[in-house]
Nanobody, 124 residues
Framework: VQLQASGGGLVQAGGSLRLSCGAS????????MAWFRRALGKEREFLAA????????AYADSVKGRFTISRDSAKNTVYLEMNSLKPEDTAVYYC??????????????????WGQGTLVTVSS
């Protein structure tokens, strides 16, 4: 399984970005995809997860109502739409995957597959 994250960049506070995570290497039916982030000097933080079928998703309280996770099964891509961005959202953002599951995992150690990370910088 290979994951390729993209879409990071510099944005002003209050702005929006959409991150993409392209997945390849196997079928993702019956998989959970997630987004995490790691800010400088902090632990990796769970943001959102989605069952590949799309029928269920979960969010961290810190981003609920501002971030939306979605997937396009035809493109094997998961997205993270980020709105109302704040300077404290500045971090490297990672996508992660676990196959053969329908659990919305929130722990980084639960996911065996990771993308390379994409940097999001929110200026004040």
């Amino acid at each position: 399984v290979q994951l390729q994250a993209s879409g990071g960049g510099l944005v002003q506070a209050g702005g929006s970005l959409r991150l993409s995570c392209g997945a390849s290497g196997r079928t993702f039916n019956g998989a959970t995809m997630a987004w995490f982030r790691r800010a400088l000097g902090k632990e990796r933080e769970f943001l959102a997860a989605i069952i590949w079928s799309g029928y269920s998703s979960a969010y961290a309280d810190s981003v609920k109502g501002r971030f939306t996770i979605s997937r396009d099964s035809a493109k094997n891509t998961v997205y993270l739409e980020m709105n109302s961005l704040k300077p404290e959202d500045t971090a490297v953002y990672y996508c992660a995957a676990k196959t053969s599951t329908t659990v919305l995992g929130r722990s980084a150690t639960w996911y065996p597959y990771w993308g390379q990370g994409t940097l999001v910088t929110v200026s004040s």
